[in-house]
């Protein structure tokens, strides 16, 4: 591990803010910005059942998770042509870039596009287009993660599968998201075994208002490398210990628990127990546009909030640039420049 100096509280923000990351757990869907989806209404003629975008914003008063999901799939429902999904994309990019963010895999719920009559190539080819500028255009390495919607069924999902082969080059993973209670991962264990033979990566949302148990069933049934939350282990010190032996990574989202009451503040988030025991915790934003913040004010509000040190700083980077899926070059070379940063703070204070 990389010794840390501490830096002055003051200039902490500063290298918050500086320090390269990876973001892992982003819901492209979710950075849809109230302006956005009423452009994109007007664009593509679709009536939205707020008369503004203040009311709009008005409605984001979440209470649990499917109080949210109602509302992020009313928002998603604006995205029709290969364009939107491009400019969509593309508005998180040029944020992730001013957050220094060099690595950035991006969750996205192809079941809600293709309900509606939107072809599965319009959605991925709109993103994987935006992914391509993203490394070109803005430095940030950048690849998808086709989700499946947890409260459909799994022939839904092997459907979803079979018309999203024809682009198996364009994704690099699976997940598991939307409602989590009441369907456990076990529900998946088949079309996560054939993805698995695929050699896709896995991941799956759990622990996020689920049990400890569903966090148990991702990783021994659908076997997959990361758990997306997970915040709920804490309550089981089984898991706990196996999680920080295996170093599973979790994605961890504290504003996002916030605004779904998972805790009723975030001065009551466990990051910092997750870390302090040893788990390979990261932080991310999961619905930007939703949850109040992107990357670096999740950083911002957290330290703040739970007084985390430069120490937490720089292992939460590390911690996200270890649990990607990018190459192995690419990890060490952003591994030099998170310790590169943290060198040139500490060289600053003398
Ligand atoms: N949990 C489950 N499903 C989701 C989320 C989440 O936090 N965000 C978007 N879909
Ligand atoms: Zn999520």
């Given at each position: 591990m990389f010794k840390v100096h501490p830096v002055p509280a003051h200039r902490l923000p500063e290298l918050l803010r500086a320090m390269p990351k990876a973001e892992l757990h982003i819901h492209i869907e979710g950075s849809l910005e109230p302006e956005m989806i009423f452009a994109l209404a007007r664009r593509n003629g679709v009536a939205l059942p707020y008369a503004s975008v203040e009311a709009l914003r008005a409605a984001y008063a979440f209470t649990d998770l499917q109080s949210f999901l109602d509302i992020y799939y009313a928002g998603a429902s604006v995205l029709l042509k290969e364009q939107d999904f491009f400019d969509m994309a593309w508005a998180y990019f040029e944020k992730a870039a001013a957050d220094n963010v060099v690595r950035a895999e991006l969750f996205f719920d192809p079941q809600t596009h293709t309900a509606r009559g939107v072809p599965m190539a319009v959605v991925i080819n709109g993103l994987h287009r935006a992914c391509v500028d993203a490394g070109s255009q803005l430095g940030i390495s950048a690849d998808l993660i086709l989700c499946f919607l947890r409260h459909l069924s799994e022939e839904d999902a092997f459907a979803t599968l079979e018309q999203a082969l024809p682009f198996?080059?364009?994704?690099?993973g699976v997940g598991l998201d939307s409602s989590e209670v009441g369907h456990p991962?076990?529900?998946?264990a088949r079309v996560f075994a054939r993805c698995a033979e695929l050699g896709l990566h896995l991941v799956a949302h759990a622990g996020e208002e689920g049990p400890p148990a569903y966090i148990w069933s991702a990783l021994d049934?659908?076997?997959?490398e990361r758990i997306d939350h997970g915040v709920q282990s804490a309550k089981d010190p089984a898991l706990m210990a196996r999680l920080a032996k295996e170093r599973t990574p979790l994605t961890v989202c504290p504003l996002s628990n916030q605004k779904l009451c998972v805790f009723p503040d975030l001065k009551d988030h466990n990051l910092r127990t997750l870390l302090d025991a040893g788990l390979c915790a990261t932080l991310n934003s999961d619905d930007p546009a939703y949850f109040g913040g992107y990357l670096n004010e999740n950083f911002l509000q957290t330290f703040a909030a739970l007084h985390l040190s430069t120490q937490h700083a720089w292992t939460l980077a590390h911690n996200s640039i270890e649990a990607s899926f990018a190459p192995a070059v690419d990890k060490q070379r952003w591994t030099h420049q998170l310790n590169q940063t943290f060198e040139r703070f500490v060289e600053h204070d003398y």
């Open positions: 198996r080059d364009r994704f690099i991962p076990e529900k998946f049934v659908l076997k997959v």
